[in-house]
């Protein structure tokens, strides 16, 4: 589920967009009048949609937005005249005032973004550590000794096997090593 923050100068705003997100499905983590309170919720949590208005008493929405940890979007609604000042096209704007259905249909894009780039990210593979390429050389070069392998046909081995049980190709190779060794 993405963590959502609203966040407005005047609290009743912020409860308000809470009530009406929450009415229609949306999990609301926390809603704030100050930015630094914004950038405290976010960064106890992974990623999500910050909904704020332009200016709070301690900076303005640019200021917040750089403040924000990263796999945040910001999601600003101001009026017209304040939307036409704003740069940025990372960020997600709405005009006032606000229409419910609009507001709706716009997160419920901004949250299926963050869930695919969450599924994406969760598919590429993670960078090993120096003892898990150490043991996988390892067990490639005990492959290459005891069977008379290339590199190449130890590594697929070890990638075959690994598929085949189910496991980690660094378990596997700890298998092997501690089979041959």
Same mark, same amino acid.
């Given at each position: ?8 100068? *005047? @609290? ?7 009530? /009406? =997100?929450?009415?229609? +499905?949306?999990? #609301? ?63 997600? *704007? @709405? ?7 609009? /507001? =709706?249909?716009?997160? +419920?894009?901004? #949250? ?36 008379n392998l290339t590199e190449e046909e130890a590594h697929k081995y070890l990638q075959k096997n690994s598929m085949d049980m189910g496991r980690s190709m660094v378990e596997t190779a700890q298998m092997i090593l501690s089979l041959m060794l």
């Open positions: 589920m993405t963590s959502i923050i609203v966040a407005f100068p *005047k @609290l009743e705003d912020a409860k308000g967009i809470r009530g /009406l =997100l929450m009415r229609n +499905g949306f999990e #609301v983590q926390g809603i704030a009048n100050h930015a630094a309170a914004v950038i405290s919720m976010a960064n106890e949590l992974d990623a999500g949609i910050v909904i704020c208005g332009y200016k709070f008493s301690d900076m303005v929405y640019q200021e917040l937005n750089g403040y924000l940890p990263k796999g945040f979007q910001m999601l600003l609604v101001a009026s017209p005249q304040y939307l036409q000042q704003c740069r940025g096209d990372e960020i997600m *704007k @709405l005009s006032m005032p606000l229409k419910a259905h609009e /507001l =709706l249909q716009t997160l +419920g894009m901004m #949250v299926n973004h963050l869930e695919r780039e969450r599924r994406r990210r969760r598919k590429q593979p993670k960078e090993r550590t120096d003892s898990e390429k150490r043991i996988l050389n390892e067990a490639k070069a005990v492959l290459m000794e005891r069977n």
